[in-house]
């Protein structure tokens, strides 16, 4: 729930959260109210009460369930990192301090603004009816289907508003001091023309060449760096449902068949257009006032009965529902369910320019003129003769999936000696790769699966050859794999690396030698020598690095630039070194367009460092604490 809101976490977090909190809000837990719970080892205290580890593992298991129904093909294993589970439990304390500060400050939402919240939600603005009520089966449908009740739902939208309120009241008022603003840009937006003079090390590299005990000696310093990881040659095999699909032929007397039992999906949707012209009267008004409504209803139809080109302007005149009135009355097409059931039954009844006689309605009575048809057709079976053996092939296949799925376990488990077995039975693939204990970088499929890596690097798998057990390393996607040849982590010899150590050294001491003509020049600059020569003058900024290195614009920018000219060395490790002369410092002009621009965001990052440096106070008020057991338990688990 405060999720929805919550856009400034961690990085990889952030990701995480673009995708998933605009549904958070709809498809959220069912409340809070567990806060106070007894049960289980304390995993935080926030205000004297605790975070039990019964609270943390089933709100990250919530977690990790809208993460996978967002992300379906990212490995299962990520969601249970030690790094997702800190921020699942950082999440539950600011939570738990927000709303200790959201009722220590008492604040209230009232019923309208929790309307307006409900109908910001885009699931639920797409359940209003055309004269603007809630389709309120549509929305019980929805909430149920996620475990909710409308109540528990509503609850956790106004607790929500509520803890909004806590920090939208800080960052809301922040207001950057201008001069502060102004110093921060100008550090972005600041020009500062140099000459830059260039030492490549490559230049130096051609005549270095390293003797047999320099390269020994580098190898012997720098082992780590020539340290080869443990990796293991497997065998694998995979069942997948994909590939039983296209495997499947279903006949065409099938396909004749599926067509005609399921003909109502193959029919287009009736759709009916209808005006009308509304008279209000709400179900439990007074039976009076119902009556004086349903007569002046039985009038009007008296008047546009008589004179049917009327219809539009007396609905403009008369009509209730103030958005199809400006219409003439007008209500688009509409499908079966759209409607209330009279005035569904009603325009379902009648023939294209019929009017109706007065239909009543929990909104009042109805006059209703249907304007047109269309649907109904059924679609010929040629023009959805694909999508229904793509379909009967998908069935096919996910019942033979789900047969052979059993046998592809059992037989990896039973027979663990060898896949042989799964290839003669189910006619797998036997695929061969070599891999280490995480995914390599760019690995699909089942070389991409944690937990499968997992498996293959499992004692009993490494020592004794045996199969790994049926691990699912995607949707209806099993794989098992036995370890062919298994090579721990080791130094390579020098003899193995020769080409690599020669190169590196080769680029230490070509930096090394450049450093050193680099350094020499500049001393002979700054003691008064010709700076003839020089390439032209060129304006750096951080917002403007014209291809230089990083380390050159730190440089350059971090410079007391009180007393101009200036020299500068600037050693760019093994691209070499860089001689500058800065000759001048151009600030942002105060009318500048860059300024304008960046101003609101300043203003962003302004508040939302207010925000954040609050709600660290109110942990500290609060006695936020996370035990430092519990993070450790959690990351020795994994």
Do not use: C
């Amino acid at each position: 729930m405060f999720d929805f809101v919550r856009n400034h976490s961690r990085i990889m977090f952030l990701v995480i959260v673009l995708l998933i909190f605009p549904s958070f809000v709809f498809f959220g837990v069912q409340g809070y109210t567990d806060f106070n719970s007894a049960g289980g080892a304390a995993v935080a205290k926030v205000d004297g009460q605790k975070i039990t580890q019964a609270e943390w593992d089933a709100a990250h298991r919530r977690q990790a369930e809208q993460m996978r129904r967002q992300m379906p093909t990212l490995d299962a294993a990520f969601f249970d990192s030690p790094e997702i589970k800190r921020e699942t439990l950082e999440t539950l304390v600011r939570e738990r301090v927000l709303m200790n500060a959201a009722q220590r400050a008492h604040f209230a939402v009232s019923d309208e603004r929790v309307q307006r919240e409900l109908m910001s939600i885009p699931q639920l603005a797409a359940l209003r009816r055309p004269d603007g009520s809630m389709d309120l089966d549509a929305y019980k449908a929805l909430i149920a289907a996620q475990g909710l009740t409308p109540q528990g739902f509503e609850a956790n939208v106004r607790q929500d508003i509520s803890l909004r309120q806590v920090l939208g009241g800080v960052s809301g008022s922040a207001t950057p001091a201008t001069a502060a603003g102004r110093t921060a840009l100008d550090a972005l937006l600041q020009q500062r023309e140099v000459q830059v003079l260039r030492f490549d090390a490559k230049e130096q590299a051609a005549a270095i060449n390293p003797t047999e005990a320099e390269l020994q000696a580098y190898h012997k310093a720098n082992e780590a760096q020539f340290r080869s990881p443990e990796q293991a040659t497997i065998e694998y095999v995979v069942l997948d449902l994909v590939a039983l699909a296209a495997g499947v032929t279903v006949p065409e007397d099938d396909l004749r068949k599926y067509y005609a039992e399921n003909a109502a999906r193959y029919t287009v949707a009736e759709e009916r257009r209808a005006s009308h012209v509304l008279i209000g009267a709400a179900k439990d008004a007074p039976a009076a006032e119902r009556a004086q409504a349903k007569a002046k209803a039985e009038a009007l139809l008296a008047e546009v009965r008589k004179n049917p080109a009327s219809f539009a302007e007396v609905a403009k005149k008369h009509s209730s529902d103030t958005g199809s009135a400006e219409r003439g009355g007008d209500l688009d097409f509409f499908a079966r369910g759209a409607m209330v059931k009279p005035f569904e039954d009603a325009a379902y009844a009648m023939k294209p320019g019929e009017i109706s006689n007065v239909v009543e309605s929990d909104f009042g009575y109805h006059i209703i003129r249907l304007e047109a048809v269309r649907g109904g057709d059924k679609k010929p079976f040629e023009s959805v003769r694909a999508e229904i053996e793509a379909e009967v092939r998908k069935q096919l296949a996910q019942r033979k999936y789900a047969e052979s799925a059993e046998q592809f376990t059992n037989t990896a488990y039973e027979q663990a000696d060898s896949l042989q077995p799964l290839v003669d039975k189910l006619g797998v693939k036997k695929q061969t790769a070599v891999v280490q204990r995480t995914p390599a970088a760019g690995a699909t499929g089942p070389l991409a699966s944690l937990k499968l890596l997992q498996a293959v690097f499992a004692n009993d798998t490494l020592t004794n050859k045996r199969n790994t057990e049926a691990v699912e390393v995607g949707p209806s996607q099993l794989a098992v794999a036995r370890v062919v040849q298994h090579q721990p982590a080791r130094v390579q010899a020098l003899a193995e690396v020769q080409a690599l150590v020669r190169q590196r050294v080769v680029a230490a001491q070509a930096a090394a030698a450049t450093r050193k003509a680099g350094e020499a020049r500049l001393a002979a600059l700054r003691g008064g020598a010709d700076a003839t020569g020089l390439p032209a003058p060129t304006l750096l900024s951080r917002a403007s690095a014209q291809s230089e290195p990083g380390a050159l614009i730190d440089a350059v920018l971090r410079a007391d630039a009180t007393k101009l000219p200036q020299w500068l060395g600037v050693d760019l490790g093994e691209a070499g070194y860089a001689v500058v002369r800065l000759t001048a410092v151009k600030p942002p002009a105060a009318d500048a367009p860059e300024l304008a621009q960046l101003q609101p965001r300043y203003a962003q990052a302004w508040a939302a460092a207010e925000a954040q440096a609050y709600y660290e106070s109110l942990k500290t008020r609060f006695k936020a604490k996370i035990e430092p057991a519990a993070l450790a338990a959690s990351a020795a688990v994994n």
